[in-house]
């Protein structure tokens, strides 16, 4: 069931689950496309998550209450399959600052950690917290790890990171506290682009080890 | 042109910012306090997609090489020596020195005419995080050289602007909140005693958020899985303390959200200082929408 939440008074938090799970993000991108395609009156905008959509209005034309009217009959009605393309992809040397703890917190070796997170195709679940920063999953259960104690200040852009189930890209340098397990050239975010990212939700992608 | 003599603390160029790209990962940005920086716009004449300077704790020293026309607003910075709230003429040569706000933690100069840097993503407000916009791409430095544009919307206001239709630049601050969106991460009395703490400013803000104590009271928040946030979202980190989101904060988060700093009143968090006391109080949507409507009734103040 999804569940309606105002975050403020210019925007609805529309949420679909609370898990990361490739049928609630083809939920939301579903919902993410009506909208684009067929806004109710009011709406200006809306950013899509894991399991989540937000929805900014307009507050002069809408409201919280209208706009949760307006998209409810959409729940169950919506085609929520995730458009499928080809798998991208990243070219990745691994060779990221933590890839020893994580070896170590894993048990596994360095080669080990490598083969497990090279091993699999991996799902865009959302574009967030930074500027082009690319959130995938799911991670293999045997390199789950929790965040660093204590987030670094400065991450280099293309850094290729882990953290519980989640694996990501940084695109531009930010502070962050994901586990660095290697790093790819490959650029995902340029400001002069259309888009100005590399990656979009639902798209697939493999880390390639560049030896 | 303008040239930065000095940059101050933390000068940058804003406008109303970049919503809609949250989707790429890039904060909707612009000015952190919207109507200060409205007002300075319409006291010029500027369009209200207008960018200008936005100053933070001690301001820049400009020179200017043509006459040009500016108003100042937002925190006080009296030894610019020119009266803040009205438009003032600056005459060719000069060199204005803002310096230290007395009062509040940012203010805004608006130059007739705008402030002509590239549009980058629909806005020539700087994105700290990407690196791209504002001019530069970067907060302002010394020897930056700053066009006049020619975003002109109407003449100038010869009035100071009323004192009855400023916000409050001073603490304490009493800043309204609309419940959630998170609210259920929380235990059903959570929000009753976050507004009933006197929390305090930390040291630790910027335009991406400010840090609030809350002594004697620790809220147990739940991790969500990461949503998208809003500016003026009131995360509630592990350690219990929070973070208030303001214009360049970043566009998804896993901390849970307990409640909203509503539209009206993020201008007054915009100024917030630290060692500064905030009293969140409960507001309904209704009463949020109230104070919104009046704040822009004010602007459209004929002076």
Same mark, same amino acid.
């Given at each position: 069931?999804?569940?309606?939440?105002?975050?403020?008074?210019?925007?609805?938090?529309?949420?679909?689950?609370?898990?990361?799970?490739?049928?609630?993000?083809?939920?939301?991108?579903?919902?993410?496309?009506?909208?684009?395609?067929?806004?109710?009156?009011?709406?200006?905008?809306?950013?899509?998550?894991?399991?989540?959509?937000?929805?900014?209005?307009?507050?002069?034309?809408?409201?919280?209450?209208?706009?949760?009217?307006?998209?409810?009959?959409?729940?169950?009605?919506?085609?929520?399959?995730?458009?499928?393309?080809?798998?991208?992809?990243?070219?990745?040397?691994?060779?990221?600052?933590?890839?020893?703890?994580?070896?170590?917190?894993?048990?596994?070796?360095?080669?080990?950690?490598?083969?497990?997170?090279?091993?699999?195709?991996?799902?865009?679940?959302?574009?967030?917290?930074?500027?082009?920063?690319?959130?995938?999953?799911?991670?293999?259960?045997?390199?789950?790890?929790?965040?660093?104690?204590?987030?670094?200040?400065?991450?280099?852009?293309?850094?290729?990171?882990?953290?519980?189930?989640?694996?990501?890209?940084?695109?531009?340098?930010?502070?962050?506290?994901?586990?660095?397990?290697?790093?790819?050239?490959?650029?995902?975010?340029?400001?002069?682009?259309?888009?100005?990212?590399?990656?979009?939700?639902?798209?697939?992608?493999?880390?390639?080890?560049?030896? | 042109?303008?040239?930065?003599?000095?940059?101050?603390?933390?000068?940058?160029?804003?406008?109303?910012?970049?919503?809609?790209?949250?989707?790429?990962?890039?904060?909707?940005?612009?000015?952190?306090?919207?109507?200060?920086?409205?007002?300075?716009?319409?006291?010029?004449?500027?369009?209200?997609?207008?960018?200008?300077?936005?100053?933070?704790?001690?301001?820049?020293?400009?020179?200017?090489?043509?006459?040009?026309?500016?108003?100042?607003?937002?925190?006080?910075?009296?030894?610019?020596?020119?009266?803040?709230?009205?438009?003032?003429?600056?005459?060719?040569?000069?060199?204005?020195?803002?310096?230290?706000?007395?009062?509040?933690?940012?203010?805004?100069?608006?130059?007739?005419?705008?402030?002509?840097?590239?549009?980058?993503?629909?806005?020539?407000?700087?994105?700290?995080?990407?690196?791209?916009?504002?001019?530069?791409?970067?907060?302002?430095?010394?020897?930056?050289?700053?066009?006049?544009?020619?975003?002109?919307?109407?003449?100038?206001?010869?009035?100071?602007?009323?004192?009855?239709?400023?916000?409050?630049?001073?603490?304490?601050?009493?800043?309204?909140?609309?419940?959630?969106?998170?609210?259920?991460?929380?235990?059903?009395?959570?929000?009753?005693?976050?507004?009933?703490?006197?929390?305090?400013? *930390?040291? !630790?803000?910027?335009?991406?958020?400010? =840090?609030?104590?809350?002594?004697? #009271?620790? /809220? $147990? @928040?739940?991790?969500?899985?990461?949503?998208?946030?809003?500016?003026?979202?009131?995360?509630?980190?592990?350690?219990?303390?929070?973070?208030?989101?303001?214009?360049?904060?970043?566009?998804?988060?896993?901390?849970?959200?307990?409640?909203?700093?509503?539209?009206?009143?993020?201008?007054?968090?915009?100024?917030?200082?630290?060692?500064?006391?905030?009293?969140?109080?409960?507001? *309904?949507? !209704?009463?949020?929408?109230?104070?919104? =409507?009046?704040?822009?009734?004010? #602007?459209? /103040? $004929? @002076?």
């Amino acid at each position: 069931m999804w569940r309606f939440a105002p975050a403020g008074d210019r925007a609805l938090l529309v949420t679909i689950g609370i898990a990361i799970d490739p049928a609630l993000l083809g939920q939301v991108l579903a919902l993410d496309r009506s909208l684009r395609e067929r806004p109710p009156r009011g709406i200006l905008g809306t950013a899509p998550a894991y399991a989540s959509l937000l929805c900014r209005f307009d507050p002069t034309v809408t409201d919280a209450a209208q706009l949760e009217a307006d998209l409810r009959p959409l729940e169950g009605n919506l085609d929520a399959a995730i458009p499928t393309g080809p798998v991208v992809d990243v070219p990745t040397r691994y060779d990221g600052p933590d890839l020893g703890e994580v070896a170590g917190a894993t048990g596994l070796t360095p080669e080990g950690v490598i083969e497990a997170h090279a091993g699999r195709e991996y799902l865009v679940y959302c574009i967030g917290f930074a500027p082009g920063f690319t959130y995938c999953g799911r991670l293999a259960d045997e390199l789950v790890v929790p965040r660093r104690s204590s987030p670094r200040l400065r991450v280099p852009a293309g850094s290729v990171a882990i953290a519980a189930h989640q694996t990501g890209i940084y695109a531009v340098a930010s502070p962050g506290g994901w586990n660095l397990i290697g790093h790819t050239n490959l650029s995902l975010f340029d400001a002069g682009a259309t888009p100005p990212v590399r990656f979009k939700p639902g798209d697939r992608i493999r880390f390639v080890p560049d030896r | 042109m303008i040239e930065v003599v000095d940059p101050g603390r933390y000068t940058t160029i804003q406008d109303r910012g970049r919503p809609g790209f949250e989707r790429f990962g890039i904060p909707p940005g612009g000015v952190a306090d919207w109507f200060a920086a409205a007002v300075a716009n319409r006291l010029v004449g500027n369009a209200a997609d207008a960018s200008l300077i936005e100053c933070t704790a001690t301001g820049p020293s400009l020179r200017f090489e043509r006459d040009a026309t500016i108003a100042i607003t937002g925190g006080d910075c009296p030894e610019a020596g020119l009266p803040g709230w009205r438009t003032e003429q600056v005459d060719a040569g000069s060199i204005v020195r803002f310096g230290p706000l007395t009062s509040g933690l940012r203010s805004y100069i608006a130059i007739r005419g705008g402030i002509d840097v590239p549009v980058v993503l629909g806005s020539r407000s700087l994105c700290a995080a990407g690196a791209f916009g504002g001019g530069f791409g970067r907060p302002l430095q010394a020897g930056d050289r700053l066009g006049v544009g020619g975003l002109l919307e109407s003449p100038v206001l010869e009035e100071t602007w009323p004192g009855s239709h400023r916000l409050p630049t001073r603490g304490p601050w009493e800043i309204h909140v609309i419940a959630g969106p998170h609210r259920d991460a929380f235990e059903p009395s959570a929000l009753h005693r976050l507004t009933a703490t006197a929390c305090r400013v *930390t040291p !630790a803000l910027d335009r991406v958020g400010v =840090r609030l104590d809350t002594p004697g #009271l620790h /809220l $147990d @928040a739940a991790e969500v899985l990461t949503t998208p946030v809003t500016a003026g979202a009131i995360q509630v980190t592990p350690s219990g303390g929070l973070i208030a989101l303001l214009a360049d904060h970043p566009t998804t988060g896993g901390y849970p959200v307990i409640a909203t700093v509503t539209t009206a009143d993020l201008p007054l968090l915009a100024q917030a200082r630290p060692g500064d006391t905030v009293r969140f109080r409960e507001a *309904t949507l !209704a009463e949020a929408s109230r104070a919104h =409507r009046r704040l822009i009734g004010w #602007l459209d /103040l $004929d @002076a």
